[in-house]
């Protein structure tokens, strides 16, 4: 949890993200990413698979601009 706190992510946010409209890919190594919104604030939030429906987290912050824009086309359309 050092590192997300690291890029000033808070609980809340991660929760908040996650439990609205959300955009998720698989990316390597059973890893996936989810965009979500937190007030305004969107978070790229990095899970690992650790079984079918247990996960581990590993990072999240601030999205970049380009996966903002992928949320926004994706989501809030």
């Given amino acids: ?4 706190r690291y890029h000033q992510v808070d609980k809340y946010e991660i929760e908040e993200a996650l439990s609205g409209k959300g955009y998720e890919r698989k ?3 059973k890893r996936y990413i989810i965009l979500g919104d ?8 990095i899970f690992d ?4 429906s ?20 994706r989501i809030k359309k």
């Fill in 1 to 4: 949890m050092d590192h997300i």
């Fill in 27 to 29: 990316i390597p190594k």
């Fill in 38 to 45: 937190s007030h305004g604030r969107i978070p790229l939030v």
């Fill in 49 to 52: 698979l650790i079984r079918s």
């Fill in 54 to 73: 247990d996960y581990e987290l590993i990072s999240a912050y601030d999205a970049p601009d380009k996966m903002k824009k992928l949320y926004k086309r």
